[in-house]
């Protein structure tokens, strides 16, 4: 348990770390900062710290960097997730009411807007609904024993795949086995289908296997449409100046494997959650830390935001932001559902 005056002395390490990037010097933290004590009580507070684990020296003689363990102590002593000022919030408003009522422009632009906001990578992803539903099904005659299989999912989308047929089926037969599915599995969900006891035929199980295979699959392909921005504010960072502490991320974010990383750091409920360094599940962000969000709405389609950034990123107003951008993407699509 710190004391108030280590507490304080510590958040003012943080501070002067995130502003500059350089290892802080007590000298430093008595000249800026007083906290009302001598320069050697300093010294012996900030011997404590490190003790603590609170922070490190690159050597002996070296001013003091924050761990993960201060920036999280630093986050947790926040009164609160701040509001940016009211010009900004303003700025921000005005340039989503110009565009169109288009979800995909909203999200590639609220991308850009919090990257901007921050000044770091942000990613979010387009709204879906959580849990993907049947619309309906078809079969389509291709020759004696192929069908061509198409599943409509809440939103219009679609899957497609070729099926075989033990039995030659003609396509009133096939239009027959569409319908009787279409009614029975219409609105369910992949569990639901899966817990549905109904009598079938051999094709006609062989069916509904190949759509809840093909909705499982659209429930982990669920977040991939996405947008990043701000990958050169990141490359401006000190901690990455020379590319190498990024490269990892720019392969992840090609492979797409980003907005998985970050579902599992989302809280259930929209509630912001701010993962430090090697609080992250995946290793390659290890070097980051991340402020997540969902928006959305509750039981509809609900998307996730997100800003990037080394540890030293300036966490209040970097949760400002995240919260802000993701307060106007649910009033947006609470209007367009409205």
């Keep these: 348990m710190l004391t108030e005056r280590r507490a304080n002395l510590l958040r003012s390490v943080v501070g002067e770390y995130i502003d500059f990037a350089t290892p802080v010097a007590s000298e430093a933290v008595v000249r800026k900062h007083g906290l009302g004590v001598s320069s050697a009580t300093i010294r012996n507070d900030m011997s404590f710290l490190e003790d603590e684990g609170y922070i490190t020296r690159p050597y002996s003689s070296a001013g003091a960097v924050p761990s993960n363990k201060a920036y999280r102590f630093y986050v947790e002593s926040l009164p609160g997730v701040e509001e940016l000022p009211k010009d900004q919030q303003y700025t921000l408003w005005y340039q989503f009411s110009k565009g169109e009522n288009d979800i995909e422009d909203w999200s590639r632009l609220a991308a850009s807007v919090l990257s901007n906001l921050v000044g770091n990578v942000a990613l979010v992803t387009n709204p879906k609904v959580a849990n993907t539903k049947l619309v309906r099904l078809e079969l389509i005659y291709i020759k004696d024993f192929l069908a061509f299989l198409v599943i409509v999912f809440q939103e219009a989308r679609l899957k497609k795949k070729l099926i075989p047929m033990n039995d030659a089926l003609s396509n009133e037969d096939l239009q027959m086995v569409s319908n009787k599915l279409s009614h029975n599995l219409g609105g369910l969900s992949r569990n639901e289908i899966e817990n549905k006891t109904t009598a079938r035929d051999p094709f006609e199980r062989d069916v509904v296997d ?30 990455f100046a020379n590319g190498e502490g990024a490269r990892g991320l720019i392969d992840v974010i090609e492979d797409r494997e980003l907005p998985k990383a970050i579902l599992a750091e989302a809280l259930d409920g929209g509630a912001l959650n701010v993962v430090i360094g090697e609080e992250n599940r995946e290793e390659f962000l290890y070097p980051f830390s991340m402020v997540v969000s969902k928006y959305g709405l509750p039981g509809g389609a609900v998307g996730y935001i ?33």
């Design 306 to 338: 997100s800003a990037l950034g080394p540890t030293r990123m300036e966490y209040p107003r970097t949760m400002a932001g995240v919260k802000l951008v993701s307060s106007v993407m649910t009033s947006l699509l609470s209007r367009v559902n409205s």
């Design 210 to 239: 190949m759509v809840v295979n093909l909705m499982a699959q659209e429930d982990q392909e669920l977040y991939n449409d996405h947008y990043v921005e701000g990958l050169r504010n990141l490359l401006r960072q000190p901690e």
